[in-house]
């Protein structure tokens, strides 16, 4: 008997590491395989008491409506398909119920649809914080809100991995510099 219980304990980690090791891995082999897109960001506020610091993130693309024929409904999960504009930032060019057969897509939730005509809709994306090391994230999280003031010359833009319908954010970038390297420029201590 005390060998069945050593044997389910030994199981019962086993299952444990396997299940934190594929989370693990399928971060990774995102930020490896995934195609690149950058996300114009807008600004919110930052603390999260179990996993620490972070800059907490708001996109451009999310107050924009997506137009389409089909009806989708609010909270339900869908599919967007990834494009890029004339700057190089990402969009959404269609709305799947399905996964697509090709190309760019993400995994996300409509937020809201306007009710008089139930063809443009809002989504929420499934990333919105940057983790930084703790006495970094505050002056990353002012750099960041600076950037995204109306009528500041200066702009954010998050650099996400996308791949097979996942997305991580790889870095923050203000003006195109990697955060780290702006903050480093800026100051240079």
């Known amino acids: ?13 086993a299952a444990q590491f396997a299940a934190l090791s594929s989370i693990l891995v399928k971060r990774e082999m995102i930020l490896r395989y995934g195609e690149v897109h950058r996300f114009k960001t807008a600004p919110v506020d930052p603390y999260d008491p179990f996993r620490g610091r972070y800059v907490a993130l708001g996109f451009d693309i999310e107050s924009k409506p ?8 609010y909270g339900q999960y869908y599919y967007a398909q990834l494009g890029a504009d004339s700057n190089g930032f990402a969009t ?12 760019s897509y993400i ?28 006495k970094l994230a505050p002056e990353a999280e002012r750099a960041y809100q ?37 903050l480093k420029n800026t100051n240079p201590k």
Do not use: C, H
């Open 146 to 182: 600076k950037a995204n003031r109306r009528g500041d010359t200066q702009s954010a833009a998050a650099v996400v991995r996308v791949w097979r319908g996942d997305a991580v954010i790889q870095d923050l970038e203000i003006n195109g510099v990697p955060i780290l390297e702006y």
């Open 1 to 13: 008997m005390k060998k069945i219980r050593i044997l389910l304990i030994a199981l019962g980690i």
């Open 92 to 103: 959404v060019e269609a709305l799947f119920s399905e996964k697509p057969e090709g190309g």
């Open 107 to 134: 995994k996300t939730q409509i937020r809201y649809s306007y009710a008089s005509n139930e063809t443009s809709y809002l989504i929420k994306l499934p990333f919105d914080r940057f983790y930084m090391p703790e």
């Open 66 to 73: 997506i137009e389409t024929p089909r009806v989708f409904y």
